[in-house]
Structure formats: structure tokens, C-alpha cells
């Protein structure tokens, strides 16, 4: 079964920037400061002969090292960041592990030095951890800035998800009244409600009660945020009230819903795309009468939704397409993104001689 579910191709301009670019720019430029500064304190002690080659060599050391150093300690980093540990714990690893990088750095850099030099100039312990606190603030500013860009661009993407849900929101409302208001389906309703006036006024009174439920909900859901999905579940069964009267015994229902999952939150008018699909392209592609069923289940804090109708799979030609559901899964499948972005399934094809189509939303867990 085929899978339809979307990823976000927009990125803040922060991650677009590669780690690399962000080491050889960051730390080509602090050698070059660093070699500025040491050059300015000279010209201002009269000393205008420039940095000396040890200093600069020192220096490169420092700098080569550093950025060596720091792609090891982004290995370590990208598993801690994973974790979402809270910003107290964070800090407290960054404060640890610039220690060890910054002792590991001091001595690698000393060792170095005396090799290449080629010197026999020996600092004691006390002189190297002087060295190696006096240069603590490096690893400290490099894990504070590598912490701070990827929680900044979480920030941006989560930003700029809420935005983009705001207006498939506003999208998913018009199509919705696009599939409710849909004339074909009101003047099929209207039309069957009509015949049945001078036939059973008790039943024509019901199918407009029916309607009129529908409608509501489909009205006052208007800012398409979380309900039950036992209301969900309510409003399609005012829907297939009224598709029931006008296929009679061409259409036969079922809906299962288990207890532990009537009270999960879902998106408003999340499913009917799918019932109405159901219906219209059952009643193609199905022999007769049209079974649909719709079971939802709870398993593992994963709520699991199957709509499923006899029939074949039968993909809208184009949005002029009579039957069409127009952008109908694809607004499911951006609604589900954005709304539970890395905790959602959607699946839809054909199993057997039946359509099925899965939806599976994991609960939120408290931090």
C-alpha cells in the first residue's frame, strides 16, 4: 500500500547553511581575528614587524585543532540533542564537555607544537591547565552557538508549521464547504426529502433533522480545531442517514469505534473526504449493495482509523472531474503533517477487493 504522507520541503535560512560552512567560515574567521588582535596589541607597543612565526603557528595549531576537535563534539552533540534534554541539563553538558575538549585541546596542541618547532620548551601541569582554562570560553561559545542554531531553526520550523497549518485551515474550511454545500449533494437530499413529504412524513421530518445536524456541524466547525472523535464520528453518521435514504439497500454501514478511543482529539472534518470517496466511488466500482465500514481503535496511545469500502481504487482525473474530491487527500495529508508533525500514518489503496484507507495519530507524550 502505497504511502501518502508529505514532508515539509521549507527550511529556515539557518539550515540551509551547512555544519561545514559554518566551521571553515567560523573558524577561518577566528584565526584571522585572533592574528588581527595579536598584530594590533603589537603596532600598539611600538612593534610594527608583525606577528611572530611562532605565535602564528601557534595560533593555526589552535584553529586546525579546534575545528578537528569540534566536528568530534558535534558527533556527541547530535545524540544529546536527540535526547530533549531541558535547557538546565544542556547547559550543564555543555560546561562538561568543554572541560574535557579544552584539556584534550591544550594538550594535543602543546604536543604538536613541540614536534613541529621542533623545540625542547616543556610547560608544567599547573602551566597547561592555566593554559586550558584561560581558553575555555572557546568550546563554551562553539557548543552554546551549535545548541542555539538548532534550537533556533526548531523554533523557525515550528513557527512557520503554525503558520502553515493557520492556512490549511482556512483552505480545509472552504473545501469543506465545497464537499457539504456541494449542490449535487444538497439536491439529492433536498430531492429525496421532497418524495418522501407525501409518502412518510415522519421519515422526511427525520431526514431533515438529519441534514440540519450536518450542516451544523459542518458550519460551526469553523477554526477546524481538535475535537473528540466521537463528534466526527456523529456527523458521519448524519451523513450516511441521508445517503441511506436515497440508495436504500444499495448502501449497507458499519462503524466501530472503541470506547478508549471516542475521546482522542482529531482535526474537524478530518474523515469525511474519505466517507464521501467511500460513497461515490464505492458506488462505481462495487457490486451491490456497497459495504463501507469505519473502525477506529486505540493501540499503544496510537490511535488507529480505518475507512475501508468494497470497490476499486479510482484516482480523481482532474478537479472538473464530476466525481472529483479535488485536492481532498492532499489537504488530509498537509492537515496531518502540520498537526502532528513525526507522530501520523496515512495510507490509501487497494486490499483485496476493497479500498482501505489508514489513518494512525500517536498521542502527544508529557515532557
Not at 520550523?157 to 457539504?180: I, V
Request: charged letters at 20%; one cysteine or more; glycine letters at 4%.
Amino acid at each position: 500500500m502505497p504511502k501518502t504522507g508529505n514532508e515539509i520541503s521549507t527550511k529556515p535560512l539557518l539550515s540551509r547553511i551547512t555544519f561545514w560552512s559554518y566551521q571553515i567560515v567560523g573558524w577561518t574567521g577566528f584565526f584571522i581575528f585572533t592574528a588581527a588582535s595579536e598584530k594590533l596589541g603589537l603596532v600598539q607597543k611600538g612593534i610594527t614587524e608583525g606577528v611572530p612565526r611562532d605565535k602564528l603557528m601557534s595560533l593555526m595549531l589552535f584553529s586546525v585543532l579546534g575545528f578537528v576537535l569540534t566536528c568530534v563534539l558535534r558527533l556527541v552533540y547530535r545524540d544529546i540533542y536527540k535526547k530533549n534534554y531541558k535547557v538546565p541539563t544542556i547547559l550543564g553538558i555543555i560546561l562538561l564537555f568543554s572541560i574535557l575538549f579544552q584539556i584534550v585541546h591544550t594538550v594535543a596542541e602543546y604536543w604538536l607544537y613541540n614536534l613541529i618547532v621542533d623545540t625542547e620548551f616543556s610547560y608544567t601541569l599547573t602551566d597547561l591547565a592555566f593554559m586550558a582554562l584561560l581558553n575555555l570560553s572557546v568550546p563554551i561559545a562553539w557548543s552554546v552557538l551549535y545548541f542555539g542554531i538548532k534550537y533556533g531553526n526548531e523554533w523557525i520550523l515550528e513557527k512557520e508549521r503554525a503558520n502553515k497549518a493557520n492556512l490549511l485551515a482556512q483552505s480545509a474550511q472552504l473545501q469543506m464547504l465545497r464537499y457539504q454545500l456541494n449542490p449535487h449533494f444538497l439536491f439529492n437530499s433536498l430531492n429525496s426529502i421532497r418524495a418522501l413529504i407525501s409518502e412518510d412524513q415522519k421519515a422526511s421530518k427525520e431526514m431533515v433533522t438529519e441534514l440540519a445536524d450536518f450542516l451544523r456541524y459542518s458550519l460551526v466547525s469553523k477554526s477546524f480545531a481538535n475535537v473528540p472523535l466521537r463528534e466526527e464520528i456523529e456527523a458521519i453518521q448524519h451523513y450516511f442517514a441521508l445517503e441511506h435514504r436515497r440508495f436504500e439497500e444499495k448502501l449497507v454501514t458499519t462503524i466501530e469505534v472503541d470506547r478508549d478511543a471516542e475521546e482522542f482529539p482529531v482535526l474537524s472534518f478530518l474523515l469525511n473526504p474519505l466517507v464521501e470517496n467511500a460513497v461515490k466511488y464505492g458506488m462505481i466500482t462495487s457490486p451491490m449493495p456497497l459495504r463501507i465500514m469505519i473502525k477506529a481503535t486505540m493501540v499503544n496511545d496510537v490511535l488507529r482509523i480505518i475507512v475501508s469500502n468494497t470497490g476499486k481504487w479510482r484516482m480523481p482525473l482532474t478537479e472538473l472531474d464530476p466525481l472529483s474530491t479535488g485536492t481532498g487527500l492532499g489537504n488530509i495529508r498537509q492537515r496531518l503533517e502540520n498537526a502532528f508533525p513525526g507522530r501520523h500514518v496515512f495510507e490509501i489503496g487497494e486490499v483485496g477487493d476493497s479500498v482501505v484507507a489508514r489513518i494512525e495519530i500517536q498521542r502527544l507524550k508529557p515532557d
